[in-house]
């Protein structure tokens, strides 16, 4: 054989980057390079990244074989493994409630585990063990459908960057001093919590994504905050407490945010922060609000309108701004106070950066039209300013057109663009 | 970038030198970006004429080199869109294998993480789904491990030497059997020593646990043959039993990762503890097989457990610190050096075990 033709390319290299090589496979196809050659025996077995998911095991019909086949597999790697675990992730349809996975993250806790993604299956959530709690190195942590319910003498996880929680049943008290106890936390992430009422003390805190339905939120120390996106939906429960509630939403929610860039709202969020006694003028300015998207706006609420305006006057640096509707077309078309418009509304503000406007799902009542009217005589640096109706409305679109094109635009190269689908 | 390199207007070059002595000049703004270089210039002065040209690493020969320089040039321009540089990317590495392993390797020397990871990608997509076969055939990877070593791999964690003179043995062992199954075909035999060998690794791994017992064991074992062949079975199995649960066991004999692929496991679990039994007295012809139980006085008998007992247990607490203290405690009386790198040293010690146990 000829050496040099034959010449072992790849096993002399450093093993950096066998490991970086082996960390970008599926975790079956690193393990089995084990039997390549002698070089290659134990080269996957100090990989700090393992990332289990179905393609593990050989997938088959007979869910109990899959299933065992499932923890045969990791409890296998686990046993063969060498040296610390920094990423163990874990997603499968397959296993809810298993207690090998009780015995997996008891090895991990002994084995510097950094970042913990757990995604289980429907079914009977999987109660999390209390040596999870003892991850002092935990840096990430996504719960996906577990039960979260920490000792008494818990206080946190000190190094705690990320924290993703979605569907878990854990007691509010316990999120809020979860979220207390980890000051270093950057980004958090709550979905599908139900009838929760929080406050939120992060003072790291940058990324903030929530999802469900929230009874109250308050950020109360989030200083720091620079992009959030909120989806809330309502229950009858919430409804009420709603119509009680007098506390001003938008200050107790957007009034400690002066870095904020990006902010997302979806499905009541408007609405939720249209509750209680406009305390007047705003205590803060958004100076870094670049993009600002809010969904199902109802402009036939003028206290929502009023949400909306109060956010862009107070943001001199917005660049971005996409509206989408959700008018109750029949009571949006008798349109009380639309004198707002021409009186109160604030006529000396200009939007110096807006550069893109996207308004959706437009139905063409005469409050969103106002409000467009608003934007192009007030935006000099306008780009482009598209308008998608709502699919529901077919007769109005040319009444829309007829008015859109009698407004003044105060930016002379902006192009309005009316997209139909 | 520095101003003390910028500071003239026309272009500037920087020199570099590869392995095999060649040096060429290269534009200034392409070869800062890769880091060593950078380093070389900023932080040594290097490079900026041809009798400083900066002396590149071993693994970037000239041909490397011109690939690397060829990436620079294209992503160090800074106007590029994302897009345009993937697709720049994905054009880039398209190459063979071989030169894909010599990239990645030169990349890594010059510390160029983005090329670094573009070639580790590519590599990993070769590798992903294919057979091992396939894969030793692409990498001219040598398919040097043994059928039985491809399935089962011993777990070797903090490197003990303990386990890596078992790997050892048992690879041993298993060419030394089929040998003698070739040559000799002497079944009784081999099973008679390995009886009693089962039961004094059991209980020099075990420590405290039944050593005595064992050895007991063995004595009557060795008179009736017959009921051998069972306890032989039993106790190698509660050996199984007992490593598996002992935490700081000697022996966790593993499956091999190797998912879907039969493993003989009782099977090859017991006749691994006969195999390392076998190898551990080394020279077989030195000893006298069936009989030296019997022959030695209860006296000497007495004190030859204390002595197993004892050594059990310095065997399995520190294992550097106590060697030289087992080493001298048998007949060899000077301290030998032991090297546990060493083939040699390991076989030496394999006699001297056998030495001390047998007198």
């Given amino acids: 054989m000829d050496d040099v033709m034959s010449r072992d390319l790849i096993s002399d290299l450093p093993q950096s980057i066998i490991e970086s090589i082996l960390t970008r496979l599926p975790i079956r196809d690193a393990v089995r390079t084990s039997i390549l050659s002698s070089k290659w025996r134990y080269k996957w077995a100090t990989l700090t990244q393992l990332v289990f998911d179905e393609k593990c095991v050989i997938l088959s019909n007979d869910r109990c074989k899959v299933e065992d086949g499932l923890v045969n597999f990791i409890t296998r790697t686990l046993f063969l493994h060498q040296g610390p675990i920094h990423k163990f992730q874990l997603t499968t349809t397959h296993l809810q409630c298993c207690p090998d996975i009780d015995q997996w993250l008891l090895f991990l806790s002994r084995n ?3 970042e913990l993604v757990l995604e289980l299956g429907e079914g009977e959530w ?112 919430i ?54 998207e809010l969904n199902q706006v ?42 707002f418009w021409e009186d109160e509304c604030p006529s000396n503000c200009t939007f110096k950066q807006l550069r893109v406007v996207r308004m959706t799902d437009m139905s063409g009542v005469p409050h969103e039209m106002e409000f467009i009217k608003f934007l192009l005589a007030n935006s000099p640096a306008l780009e482009t300013m598209s308008i998608s109706p709502c699919v529901y409305v077919m007769d109005g679109r040319l009444n829309m057109l007829i008015e859109l094109l009698r407004f003044r635009r105060a930016s002379a190269q902006a192009e309005i663009l009316f997209i139909q689908d | 970038m520095p101003c003390w390199i910028c500071s003239q207007m026309m272009k500037s070059y920087i020199w570099l030198q590869t392995a095999d002595g060649s040096i060429q000049q290269v534009e200034q703004e392409v070869a800062m970006f890769c880091p060593m270089i950078c380093h070389e210039v900023i932080q040594k002065g290097m490079g900026s004429s041809k009798n400083y040209a900066i002396s590149l690493p071993q693994r970037v020969n000239p041909a490397m080199l011109s690939l690397i320089l060829d990436y620079c040039r294209f992503h160090q321009v800074p106007g590029r869109s994302n897009k ?132 007991k064991n063995s004595k009557s074992k060795k008179k009736n043959r017959r009921r051998k062949d069972q306890q032989k079975n039993t106790s190698a199995n509660e050996a199984i039993k007992n490593h598996n649960k ?50 030695i006085d209860p006296a000497l008998k007495e004190k030859i457990d204390r002595e197993v007992e004892d050594f059990a247990r310095r065997l399995n607490s520190d294992w550097p610190e106590r060697m030289q203290e087992i080493l001298s405690f048998g007949h060899e009386r000077k301290p030998v050096h032991f090297s546990l790198n060493g083939n040699g040293s390991l076989r030496r010690y394999a006699s001297m075990l056998l030495s001390f146990f047998y007198y």
């Fill in chain 1, 298 to 339: 109802s402009f036939e609420d003028m206290k929502e309108i009023l949400v909306v305006l109060r956010l862009i006057t107070n943001s001199p640096n917005l660049r971005e701004l996409q509206i989408s509707g959700s008018s109750n077309t029949l009571a949006a078309i008798d349109a009380p106070d639309l004198d």
């Fill in chain 2, 84 to 215: 345009e540089r993937k697709s720049f990317d994905e054009k880039f590495i398209r190459m063979d294998t071989k030169r894909l392993c010599e990239l990645t390797s030169a990349a890594d020397s010059l510390q160029l993480k983005p090329l670094v990871d573009l070639t580790s990608r590519a590599l990993a997509r070769i590798i992903e789904g294919k057979s091992p076969e396939e894969i030793r055939e692409i990498f001219h990877l040598p398919d040097d491990l043994t059928e039985e070593e491809k399935l089962e791999p011993l777990k070797n964690t903090t490197d003990d030497p303990r386990i890596r003179l078992l790997n050892r043995l048992y690879a041993k062992k298993r060419k030394e059997l089929k040998e003698r199954q070739k040559l000799k075909n002497i079944e009784v035999e081999e099973e008679r020593v390995d009886d009693r060998s089962v039961d004094d690794l059991l209980s020099f791994i075990n420590g405290d646990n039944g050593d005595s017992k064992g050895i």
């Fill in chain 1, 112 to 114: 510097d585990i950094k």
């Fill in chain 1, 126 to 237: 999987f109660r999390v063990p209390s040596c999870l709690f003892n991850c002092k190195k935990l840096t990430r942590l996504d719960l996906f459908r577990c039960e979260f319910d920490p000792p008494p003498t818990f206080k946190g996880f000190l190094c705690l960057k990320s924290l993703n929680l979605h569907q878990v049943l854990v007691s509010p008290e316990a999120i809020e001093s979860l979220i207390s106890g980890c000051p270093l936390l950057e980004s958090l992430a709550l979905s599908y919590f139900d009838s929760l009422a929080l406050t939120i003390r992060a003072p790291n805190l940058k990324f903030l994504c929530l999802e469900g339905e929230f009874k109250d939120i308050c950020l109360e120390n989030t200083p720091l905050l620079v992009a959030m996106s909120v989806a809330m939906y309502m229950t009858d429960d």
């Fill in chain 1, 239 to 292: 409804a009420e407490h709603f119509e009680q509630s007098s506390t001003c939403n938008f200050n107790r929610f957007l009034g400690g945010v002066p870095r904020l860039e990006r902010l997302i709202g979806h499905i009541y969020f408007t609405k939720f922060l249209s509750i209680g006694d406009d305390l007047g003028r705003l205590p803060i300015t958004y100076a870094h609000l670049k993009v600002v």
């Fill in chain 2, 246 to 295: 002992e935490p700081n066991g000697l022996n966790q004999v593993c499956h091999s990762a190797e998912v879907g692929q039969k493993v003989r496991a009782g099977v090859g679990a017991t006749s691994n503890l006969h195999d390392v039994e076998d190898d551990i007295f080394d020279n077989k012809n030195e000893l006298d097989d069936g009989d030296i139980d019997d022959e």
